[in-house]
């Protein structure tokens, strides 16, 4: 009898009935033969299989469900490399009519048909840019005042997102942490100025905290240093991180002032494919004007058959995102994004208000801002609990559910919270699912005899660095 399994497969070997299923998937060489595509498939998805389903993971802020109008365009575009804009020049000016969309959504001043920004592969890359383009305009003022220029730093608070410390890292810029606190859950302008010098490039104050949901005042910045700067002759601008919040601000708080109405804006970056409802990775940073856009950034490139000018870290990238922003603005319009996201902060505020009410936990600040919160063990519950959040999101994973519980940044590290964002794609209905899930734990919880490991492992943390849960509650925004 011949051994099927040691041949290769046919067209009509059962997919389960093959070889490569019984045998391990490659992880160190390439396999010598090719696999039949339905099999390779097969293989392929079920490595992800296992995972959680991307519209149950509320641990990220990224778009995980779009239209089917949405996914079609997108998929038609996957074999486009959106740099090369000779052979594909529509997908360019639709680039810029996105960048003409979001500049005007965040009032910017500029009169060019075409204002000043730069597509990007996430907030990350569009921070960067924001971020290089303050430190150049910097060195070409010192350069020019004979001054030194080798010492630059910039002001952002502990709240940060890993992309600044990138940044620092990279760039070798200095990064200055203005400490949040139990009482100063935001950045505290006052603080940053005491940390400003003649060598800071900018100050950073983020729209959307990635840690807790909320915003800083930017506004209140802007009229700090707008005093400081007359004080002191300096001209330290302001780059805003409005990864999350340059998607809710404009529909949700149009009258709030954090972008280029304020004279210190110079430069904003989001993330398409956060609340912008975009799939990943897309990315957007705008200047107030062209002319704070420095030339160093801009490269010409011509081997493509034209002379193009890049602003970006990438040069090969994918174009759908392109497609999938721009028709997220035409299907959906002013008064759509509005609807999606003020659906996502009355279902996050309606959750809010829930947990908040569930006997283990306390809210970390009354309002929500954003559509995304986070909470944490009341410190009466907390020192008798046999349990942990940490053992909290462990059980919601049975369920599918991810839900993070981490530690605060420096400073209140020994803060352990729990957070959720709300998302397109989250309903109340959902949303309802995951609380019972929590009470359902929670009640399990309680039955404990014995604490569990990871309750064991905090106490002793706790007790190492000898602090206990003894915050007091705290007010958004303060
Ligand atoms: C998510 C986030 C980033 C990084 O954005 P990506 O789009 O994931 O690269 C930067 N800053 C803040 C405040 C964020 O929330």
């Known amino acids: 009898m011949n051994n099927v399994n040691e041949q290769r497969a046919t067209i009509e070997t059962p997919i389960f009935g093959s ?10 060489t390439i396999p010598m033969h090719p696999t039949s595509p339905e099999i390779a498939y097969q293989m392929v998805k079920d490595e992800t299989f296992p995972q959680t389903q991307p519209r149950l993971n509320l641990a990220t802020f990224v778009t995980t469900y779009m239209d089917d109008y949405a996914t079609k365009l997108m998929n038609e575009a996957i074999d486009i490399n959106y740099i090369d804009e000779t052979e594909y020049p529509r997908v360019a000016v639709m680039a810029a009519r996105c960048i003409n969309i979001m500049a005007n959504l965040w009032h910017s001043p500029e009169q060019a048909k075409w204002k000043a920004g730069a597509l990007a592969i ?3 890359e569009a921070c960067m840019l924001g971020g290089v383009a303050a430190w150049l305009r910097w060195r070409a003022k010192r350069k020019a005042q004979g001054k030194p220029y080798d010492k630059p730093n910039f002001v952002i608070s502990t709240g940060f997102q890993v992309v600044w410390e990138k940044f620092a890292q990279l760039w070798q810029i200095e990064m200055r942490t203005v400490p949040l606190t139990l009482e100063k859950t935001t950045l505290d302008p006052q603080l940053a100025l005491s940390m400003c010098d003649e060598n800071t490039i900018c100050v950073v104050p983020i729209e959307g905290v990635t840690w807790t949901g909320l915003n800083d005042d930017v506004e209140a910045l802007d009229r700090a240093l707008e005093d400081y700067n007359a004080r002191t002759g300096y001209d330290i601008p302001i780059h805003v991180d409005a990864a999350s919040g340059g998607y809710i601000l404009p529909f949700l708080d149009p009258d709030k002032k954090w972008d280029f109405r304020l004279k210190w804006v110079l430069s904003i970056s989001t993330s398409g494919h956060k609340f912008g409802l975009v799939y990943p990775g897309l990315g957007w940073v705008v200047w107030k004007d062209k002319k704070y856009l420095p030339d160093e950034m801009s490269f010409s490139v ?3 058959g034209a002379n193009i000018t890049q602003v970006g870290l990438n040069f090969s990238r994918p174009a759908a995102q392109i497609l999938g922003q721009y028709y997220q603005f035409i299907r959906l319009g002013f008064e759509g994004y509005k609807e999606i996201q003020s659906n996502s902060m009355d279902i996050a505020r309606y959750a809010h208000e829930q947990i908040g009410k569930m006997a283990p936990f306390e809210n970390y600040s009354d309002d929500v801002v954003n559509p995304l919160f986070i909470w944490y063990m009341k410190p009466e519950y907390d020192r008798t609990a046999k349990w942990t ?3 909290l999101q462990a059980a919601l994973q049975q369920n599918g559910w991810m839900v993070p519980a981490y530690t ?13 964002v709300f998302r397109q ?20 919880f309680e039955k404990l005899e014995y604490p569990t490991q990871t309750r064991v492992a905090q106490n002793k943390q706790q007790r190492v660095v000898g602090k206990v849960f003894t915050h007091t509650h705290v007010k958004a925004g303060r």
Do not use: H
């Open 19 to 28: 070889e490569k299923m019984r045998n391990s998937a490659p992880t160190e």
């Open 122 to 124: 996430g907030s990350s």
């Open 302 to 304: 011509n081997y493509l």
């Open 389 to 391: 959040l940490y053992d």
């Open 408 to 420: 605060l940044p420096n400073n209140l590290q020994n803060y352990v919270v729990m957070r959720i």
């Open 425 to 444: 794609g989250m309903s109340r209905d959902m949303t309802d699912m995951l609380l019972t899930d929590m009470q359902n734990a929670i009640t399990e």
